[in-house]
C-alpha cells in the first residue's frame, strides 16, 4: 500500500483547530444535568458490541467473496 504524504498545510491547520477547540473545551461548564446520562453506559456497551461482529462478520465473509488475483489474467 502507497503512503500517502499530506501537505504540511494540511497538518499546521488540523493541529492548530484541535489545540482551539481544547482551549475552548476548558472555557466550557460540563457539570449541566443531561437527560440520556444514566443510559450512557448502555448505548456505549450496545455500540461496541454491534462493532465488534461488523467486524467478525466483515473478517468471515471476506474470504469467502474475494477473488484470487489471477482472476482476470486466465
Do not use: C, N, Q, W
Not at 492548530?16 to 450512557?40: K, R
Not at 466483515?58 to 489471477?70: G, K, Q
Amino acid at each position: 500500500m502507497k503512503k500517502i504524504a499530506a501537505p504540511r498545510r494540511i497538518i499546521i491547520t488540523l493541529t492548530s483547530l484541535t489545540l482551539i477547540l481544547a482551549a475552548l473545551d476548558l472555557m466550557i461548564d460540563h457539570h449541566t444535568e443531561v437527560t440520556f446520562l444514566p443510559h450512557f453506559g448502555r448505548y456505549l456497551l450496545i455500540s461496541l458490541g454491534a462493532g465488534i461482529i461488523f467486524i467478525a462478520v466483515a473478517r468471515i465473509l471476506v474470504p469467502l467473496l474475494s477473488r484470487r488475483e489471477d482472476y482476470y489474467d486466465r
